[in-house]
């Protein structure tokens, strides 16, 4: 790797890191500035208790003390603190736990709008026109235009209540194929289309129109030349798309009922859980900056006329 190459590297991992910075700051002031509390759903709460519990939890401190304090907390021990709704759990053993599954459900699913949208998207370009381009494009348009929220009720009715193919609980394995169809599926078609128009406009290019009236053979030219350099849109888009599933699922948890990190964060923000809004927010931060830097890093390996600058 070349220094300029490590020095770009490095000014990203820092901007990363001030982007996070951000992200925490702004998360920690704007949560504590809505009115409420997390212990004002408790029943038969006493004005001594409540004063208790704040105390307990450090509440009670002026709000730039626990800002510093929980900055101290993250960067010296990476200690998001106690969960204020789940007593006696950390919030880093609760984010650990979730990950495990919507990590899982992130992988499967990119992995399978990635292999079918770049199969597809080739396949629609080769076959610019036909029968099969048309099939695809209105098949992608259609999963597109609809939000995952729509398609996972429309997969979870027709799957699990109307034909009992699939259970509902996302707690097993079996109940993890709904929603992983159900993240995949716009990444997939997004990824078709963003594949078929390179593709298609790669196909154009006089280096492939010279390697045709040169004589080399098609599965050498699709493969070898329009197919590589057709990806590089789609390694843009790669990486935003793993974190955006990964965060994305924060509704489709709820729908299929999946114990994952996306499920707990909805039941932290309901419950106004403090460390556990602000552990997953900075994990889910720091997921969406780090995919980026990949995706930037990953452009140089596949073309290297690219200057990292």
């Given at each position: ?14 901007l ?10 702004i ?5 504590h500035a ?11 709460v006493?004005?001594g208790v409540?004063?208790?519990l704040?105390?307990?939890y ?18 010296t021990?990476l200690d998001?603190g106690?969960s ?15 990950m495990?599954t919507?990590f899982?459900l ?7 709008a ?9 396949v ?26 729509i ?15 699939f259970?509902?609980n996302?707690?097993t394995s079996?109940?993890l194929i709904l929603?992983?169809?159900?993240l995949?599926?716009y ?7 963003l ?10 290019q006089d280096y492939?129109r010279t ?11 699709i ?7 057709s990806?590089i ?8 798309m793993?974190?955006?599933i ?26 106004r ?25 990953l452009?140089?390996?596949v073309?290297?006329?690219?200057n990292?600058?």
């Amino acid at each position: 790797m070349s220094t300029k190459s490590l020095v770009y590297i490095l000014k990203r991992i820092v901007l990363a890191a001030l982007t996070v910075f951000v992200v925490i700051t702004i998360t920690f002031f704007v949560m504590h500035a809505v009115p409420g509390g997390p212990f004002l759903s408790e029943k038969a709460v006493s004005p001594g208790v409540l004063k208790a519990l704040e105390a307990k939890y450090g509440l009670d401190k002026p709000l730039l003390t626990q800002f510093f304090n929980y900055l101290s907390g993250i960067f010296t021990r990476l200690d998001f603190g106690p969960s204020l709704q789940l007593r006696g759990r950390e919030v880093l053993d609760i984010i650990v736990g979730g990950m495990k599954t919507s990590f899982k459900l992130g992988v499967i699913a990119s992995a399978l709008a990635l292999i079918s949208g770049i199969v597809l998207g080739s396949v629609a370009a080769l076959r610019r026109n036909k029968i099969a381009d048309n099939i695809i494009m209105v098949i992608t348009t259609a999963f597109v235009s609809m939000p995952s929220f729509i398609m996972g009720s429309l997969l979870l009715v027709l799957f699990t209540i109307k034909y009992t193919v699939f259970p509902a609980n996302g707690s097993t394995s079996a109940g993890l194929i709904l929603p992983i169809i159900t993240l995949s599926l716009y990444p997939m078609a997004y990824i078709t289309r963003l594949t078929r128009s390179s593709m298609l406009d790669v196909l154009g290019q006089d280096y492939i129109r010279t390697a045709k009236s040169k004589g080399v053979p098609r599965i050498r030219i699709i493969f070898g030349h329009a197919l590589k350099n057709s990806l590089i849109p789609v390694i843009t888009y790669f990486g935003p798309m793993f974190a955006y599933i990964v965060t994305g699922s924060l509704v489709v948890e709820q729908i299929f009922a999946v114990p994952g990190i996306g499920r707990a964060f909805v039941n932290s923000i309901t419950g106004r859980d403090y460390p556990l809004i602000m552990g997953t927010t900075i994990v889910l931060a720091s997921l969406i900056v780090i995919m980026n830097l990949v995706s930037d890093i990953l452009y140089k390996i596949v073309d290297p006329r690219i200057n990292l600058d």
